[in-house]
Antibody, heavy 117, light 112 residues
Framework: EVQLVESGGGLVKPGGSLRLSCAASGFTLNTYSMSWVRQAPGKGLEWVSSISSSSSHIYYADSVKGRFTISRDNAKNSLYLQMNSLRAEDTAVYYC??????????WGQGTLVTVSS | DIVMTQTPLSSPVTLGQPASISCRSSQSLVHTNGNTYLSWLQQRPGQPPRLLIYEISNRFSGVPDRFSGSGAGTDFTLKISRVEAEDVGVYYCMQATQFPWTFGQGTKVEIK
């Protein structure tokens, strides 16, 4: 059974940092591209970042470019999102999702990031 | 970026009756490989999104056959043939033809 489990969310002050993790099971991570998608409270879905299976292609939304870094450790079957210089508008539930073979075919339960003083 | 526009944004439906959601893209979603990467996602209250339909009309694993997708080019539709209580939630269309992948605003389906 494919499972994605996010962790690392929490309350952080503006300007602070957090590192999110996504542990994959039920499939071998190293053959799939992966993404982070976020959802602000009461709002819709927003793509944040994507990484190819070999990490050779990495993409970011303009809203997080220069502040967030996506990475993966295929040996640990894990995906990461390092978030620096956090702002109030980054407050959201962050989901990891598998990009293939069907776009966003599996999602984790999400981890809540709250940026507030 | 491709803009996805859904209508209606809210859809009160009677149990057992059909529901329909439209999605329009700001440009054609036909990929250079000939495929059209238009998907529909369901998000039940308090749950993560779940893939329902991919490539316009293909139901994902475990999705009931009361859900169907249709359309082409820039205009797409999700239909629920007979709404059940478990169908309450927000439905999103999304495109994966051109990076960045983008989502519609979401359509809230609720029971009258």
């Amino acid at each position: 059974e494919v499972q994605l489990v996010e962790s690392g969310g929490g309350l952080v002050k503006p300007g602070g940092s957090l590192r999110l993790s996504c542990a994959a099971s039920g499939f071998t991570l190293n053959t799939y591209s992966m993404s982070w998608v976020r959802q602000a409270p009461g709002k819709g879905l927003e793509w944040v970042s994507s990484i190819s299976s070999s990490s050779s292609h990495i993409y970011y939304a303009d809203s997080v470019k220069g502040r967030f870094t996506i990475s993966r450790d295929n040996a640990k079957n894990s995906l990461y999102l390092q978030m620096n210089s956090l702002r109030a508008e980054d407050t959201a539930v962050y989901y990891c999702a598998r990009d293939s073979p069907r776009p966003y075919d599996y999602w984790g339960q999400g981890t809540l990031v709250t940026v507030s003083s | 970026d491709i803009v996805m526009t859904q209508t209606p944004l809210s859809s009160p439906v009677t149990l057992g009756q059909p529901a329909s959601i439209s999605c329009r893209s700001s440009q054609s979603l036909v990929h250079t490989n000939g495929n059209t990467y238009l998907s529909w996602l369901q998000q039940r209250p308090g749950q993560p999104p779940r893939l329902l339909i991919y490539e316009i009309s293909n139901r994902f694993s475990g999705v009931p056959d009361r859900f169907s997708g249709s359309g082409a080019g820039t205009d797409f539709t999700l239909k629920i043939s007979r709404v059940e209580a478990e169908d309450v939630g927000v439905y999103y269309c999304m495109q994966a033809t051109q990076f960045p992948w983008t989502f519609g605003q979401g359509t809230k389906v609720e029971i009258k």
